[in-house]
Nanobody, 125 residues
Framework: QEQLVESGGGLVQPGGSLRLSCTAS????????FYWFRQAPGKEREGVSC????????FQADSVKDRFIMSRDNAENTVYLQMNNLQPVDTAVYYC??????????????????WGQGTQVTVSS
């Protein structure tokens, strides 16, 4: 079964860090680009970070630049989102999605082939 599974969410204090993982099964990620999204209660889904199949194909939202780092390990079939200096505004459910596309601020939704179920990140003291 082809799927994406996110993990690594949890409760963290402001200023803390978390590393989210998005592990694929049933297919190889080598030829896929990945996007991390987040959605807070009552807010629209926001694209946070994207990584393509080449080193120079990336995108990050201004809201997370210099704090979040996205990476991929094709051998592990996993992409990661290292989140540093987390703030309460980062509280949301974080989702990963994969498809064949180049990273950009907005990628047409029809280009996504796989979606994860989401992992909750809560930043609170």
């Amino acid at each position: 079964q082809e799927q994406l599974v996110e993990s690594g969410g949890g409760l963290v204090q402001p200023g803390g860090s978390l590393r989210l993982s998005c592990t694929a099964s049933g297919f190889t990620i080598k030829y896929h680009s990945f996007y991390w999204f987040r959605q807070a209660p009552g807010k629209e889904r926001e694209g946070v970070s994207c990584i393509g199949t080449s080193d120079d194909d990336t995108f990050q939202a201004d809201s997370v630049k210099d704090r979040f780092i996205m990476s991929r390990d094709n051998a592990e079939n996993t992409v990661y989102l290292q989140m540093n200096n987390l703030q309460p505004v980062d509280t949301a459910v974080y989702y990963c999605a994969a498809g064949i596309f180049y990273c950009a601020a907005a990628v047409p939704k029809e280009l996504y082939d796989y979606w994860g179920q989401g992992t909750q990140v809560t930043v609170s003291s």
